[in-house]
């Protein structure tokens, strides 16, 4: 097995079916963000796209409901794809998730539905 950290795109729902409620959004966050320490504890990094293009948004002066939302958080996870070695893909209904994924397979990448399906690194097989 390779002994090279991934890095793990977190996929799985922020803003679907939230209708815009910054409180359920922050709930599908911090529930992304749940599947973080067991990534990182397998030996790799993780990353969710919103960590990226929340930021950006903001800096454009725009959140997560505003059009611009639109040319920032799909494409975020697309460019951040392209840097990944895998996804976790995380329950619930997500079209942006679904794109994640369908985008890896083509990429080739693997896509994991269970943290525990993602290899633990020897050096870390302990952590």
Same mark, same amino acid.
């Given at each position: 097995?390779?002994?090279?950290?991934?890095?793990?795109?977190?996929?799985?729902?922020?803003?679907?079916?939230?209708?815009?409620?910054?409180?359920?959004?922050?709930?599908?966050?911090?529930?992304?963000?749940?599947?973080?320490?067991?990534?990182?504890? &397998?030996?790799?990094?993780?990353?969710?796209?919103?960590?990226?293009? *929340? #930021? @950006?948004?903001?800096?454009?002066?725009?959140? =997560? +409901?505003?059009?611009?939302?639109?040319?920032?958080?799909?494409?975020?996870?697309?460019?951040?794809?392209?840097?990944?070695?895998?996804?976790?893909?995380?329950?619930?209904?997500?079209?942006? &998730?679904?794109?994640?994924?369908?985008?890896?397979?083509?990429?080739? *990448? #693997? @896509?994991?539905?269970?943290?525990?399906?993602? =290899? +633990?690194?020897?050096?870390?097989?302990?952590?």
């Amino acid at each position: 097995m390779n002994d090279k950290p991934m890095l793990i795109l977190i996929a799985g729902p922020y803003r679907s079916g939230t209708h815009g409620d910054p409180q359920a959004m922050a709930a599908n966050l911090a529930r992304l963000e749940t599947a973080a320490w067991p990534v990182f504890a &397998a030996g790799h990094l993780p990353v969710i796209g919103e960590w990226i293009a *929340l #930021p @950006v948004l903001s800096s454009a002066g725009a959140g =997560p +409901t505003d059009p611009l939302a639109e040319q920032v958080l799909y494409p975020t996870a697309e460019r951040l794809l392209d840097r990944c070695d895998a996804v976790l893909r995380l329950p619930g209904d997500s079209a942006g &998730a679904d794109q994640d994924v369908a985008l890896a397979r083509r990429r080739g *990448l #693997p @896509v994991y539905y269970d943290v525990a399906e993602i =290899p +633990t690194l020897a050096r870390h097989a302990n952590a």
